[in-house]
T-cell receptor
Framework: NAGVIQTPRHKVTGKGQEATLWCEPI?????VFWYRQTIVQGLEFLTY????????DSGMPKERFSAQMPNQSHSTLKIQSTQPQDSAVYLC???????????FGKGTRLTVV | SQWGEENLQALSIQEGEDVTMNCSYK?????VHWYRQDSGRGPALIIL?????REKRSGRLRATLDTSSQSSSLSITAAQCEDTAVYFC????????????FGKGTKLSVKS
């Protein structure tokens, strides 16, 4: 079990460019979560999928951010027209189901210059 | 304690000392999760305490929960250098693990 795999581990984009972050949840896990971590805001929930269906995206910025889960083995978080304030560590997590342990990946550090 | 608008707190102790980290939360929860995050890694669950439990132990870890004051604590007995990490409390909605709300965290440094 390699755990939740996130790629790339580091990404640097220029302001206005698009960034796509990838997540491979633990095999068999039905729930996938995305969080963002910054020094100022701490860990913030972005969105979550259950059985590939979007369940709650209340934490997603309304513009420029989108997440998808095209199959049970991967999810993507896309940020269009990146801005310096998007710089953060983006964490993907998965769990077997409700009320079970949530396992986090190592995160993708996004830097917008 | 960690929550709300507080910044990340920092604690530095000597190896062998006991330490307690506190957390207060604002919204209803039936479970408090405690996570630790090592440098360059994602958070990892270390102990979970439910509203029908006042205390939970796991090895050198002890968590308490007071639902009346909406507060929880995590204690580490005889801290080791490998306990150095950032510790977060998190709450969820009604026992579901969806949408965890994390505190700002406590950066614990254990020195030999």
């Amino acid at each position: 079990n390699a755990g939740v795999i996130q790629t790339p581990r580091h990404k640097v984009t220029g302001k206005g460019q698009e960034a796509t972050l990838w997540c491979e949840p633990i095999s068999g896990h039905s729930a996938v979560f995305w969080y963002r971590q910054t020094i100022v805001q701490g860990l913030e929930f972005l969105t979550y999928f259950r059985n590939q269906a979007p369940i709650d995206d209340s934490g997603m910025p309304k513009e420029r951010f989108s997440a998808q889960m095209p199959n049970q083995s991967h999810s993507t978080l896309k940020i269009q027209s990146t801005q310096p304030q998007d710089s953060a560590v983006y964490l993907c997590a998965s769990s077997l189901g409700q009320s079970t342990e949530v396992f986090f990946g190592k995160g993708t550090r996004l830097t917008v210059v | 304690s960690q929550w709300g608008e507080e910044n990340l707190q920092a604690l530095s102790i000597q190896e062998g000392e006991d330490v307690t980290m506190n957390c207060s939360y604002k919204t209803y929860t039936t479970v408090v999760h405690w996570y630790r995050q090592d440098s360059g890694r994602g958070p990892a669950l270390i102990i979970l305490i439910r509203s029908n439990e006042r205390e939970k132990r796991s090895g050198r870890l002890r968590a308490t929960l007071d639902t009346s004051s909406q507060s929880s604590s995590l204690s580490i007995t005889a801290a080791q250098c490998e306990d150095t990490a950032v510790y977060f409390c998190a709450t969820d909605r009604g026992g579901s693990n969806a949408k965890l709300t994390f505190g700002k965290g406590t950066k614990l440094s254990v020195k030999s």
